[in-house]
DNA sequence: CTATTAGACGAACGGTGTTCGTCACGAACA
DNA sequence: TGTTCGTGACGAACACCGTTCGTCTAATAG
């Protein structure tokens, strides 16, 4: 009846205490989970705690999937790198490849743009890291370079890659903490402060920088990686017999 | 007299409240203090009570100096920049002067090693960054670049050098973490487990990484720097008019 | 069936950056 | 001289963090 249910339970009934949940975590959930918050929130928010709430439980649970935090990363790092695409090498056209890669790579982990702060911190050891890394390694290769040389390019352009993505992501998150959504608006806003900044700048102590604001501000992050790309890949080309 | 010196007050007395102590703290103090402990203690252990400790005090008496931990940062890596010393600009050797700008930069930024990891966190702003800047970009375009490209070079020299000095100190958090205190032991006990990786890995799967084992595990991080530089350098060079 | 193992998870530890409110002191004013 | 105001100094507390330890339970192995 309703009066019945509104009634408080008598002290003397003792409550049915509901079977404990036994919830099955895995890796790869905490793992997915974790990507998804921190596209979601950004990597500021990803925390233990953050991720067990996904799952109603506590922070403690994650612990007999995952070592700590630190691997925590490295495992939604390398879960990332899986959606880099790596076609077959054709070793003559090694710099269309490089360049491609190079692009693929960056466009991966700017999707996810705040994993990329994980990047550097990482070493490569896992599978996604290792597949894209060979695939580098063997087009230099067998396009001609030494494996020495060949090592030193693939570190390098990795190192590019990863540092410019990292730049990124943090002005994703300046972006996240100044309540924006539009890259476009954010870097609009951002680029016209430093504009201004520049341009008070006393001209007889920074003549060039204060000259030239126009031209500091002109290009924005994908022109610069771009750019900078092709410096690389001009100097590997030199290198190549 | 020695008896009277042991019995309690009498609770009518009012016991006199030693004068606090009113220390003199500023921004500069802060400062100092906080890239002392960066390094020797690492980057880690710079946290706002460990600062204040050094003052004797609590963290909050910091906040009177400056706004937050990561504008103290910024100040301790601008701090850090003005270690970098600067010629007078010859624009007929800019390759040169370039390359010894470079290692000068990651000389100072490899100094204070985790100093790095604040690097990529910071817009160029304060004095010495752009005191730097001014430099390069002064001396590209009085080498008969162009502004918007010599914008474009001086920002990915820039993100190359900051990169590679973070990835460095990562490395150098490691290491500490590791118990170390010789980066030629890290070094060879951290290439050794990755090199014992590398050669278990599937040759099917990798058979270019686990066939040149060597070549990746053949130059520390100063020759992939310096080769590196060399890269950009001469792509820079291929531009220049 | 019993014993063992591994997963689940709550409580608590030791830590973080920061805010809020209070106090003390110096400068300025009447 | 007394008072007011502003600023620096700083303690208490907040909200959060990663992690460990110990307990319980379910699943598995013998």
């Not at 925390?47 to 799952?55: D, P």
């Not at 599978?127 to 063997?138: C, D, H, K, T």
Request: avoid cysteine; hydrophobic fraction near 40%; proline fraction near 6%.
């Amino acid at each position: 009846m309703a009066d019945s249910q509104d009634l408080p339970s008598p002290p003397w009934r003792k409550s049915r205490k509901p079977a404990p949940i036994r919830r099955q975590l895995s890796q790869d959930l905490i793992v997915e989970a974790g990507l998804r918050i921190a596209d979601t929130e950004g990597l500021d928010a990803l925390s233990m705690r953050r991720i067990a709430q996904e799952f109603d439980t506590g922070p403690a649970s994650l612990y007999a999937h995952v070592a700590n935090k630190e691997e925590l990363l490295e495992l939604i790092y390398d879960r990332v790198l899986g959606e880099i695409k790596l076609p077959e090498r054709e070793p003559s056209r090694w710099k269309d490849q490089l360049r491609a890669y190079a692009r693929e790579a960056h466009r991966v982990l700017t999707t996810h743009s705040d994993v990329a702060r994980v990047a550097l911190a990482t070493i490569p050891s896992g599978e996604n890291s290792l597949r894209a890394g060979e695939f580098v390694f063997g087009l230099l290769i067998e396009a001609g370079m030494s494996p020495r040389e060949a090592s030193l390019s693939m570190d390098r352009l990795s190192l590019y890659i990863v540092g410019d993505a990292y730049e990124g992501s943090l002005h994703h998150a300046r972006m996240r903490a100044a309540g924006l959504d539009d890259p476009r608006e954010y870097f609009e806003s951002f680029v016209g402060q430093i504009a201004s900044y520049y341009r008070a700048l006393p001209s007889s102590r920074f003549p060039h920088i204060s000259r030239f604001v126009d031209d500091l501000i002109a290009d924005d992050g994908e022109d610069r990686f771009r750019y900078g790309l092709e410096l690389i890949l001009d100097g590997i080309e030199a290198r190549m017999p």
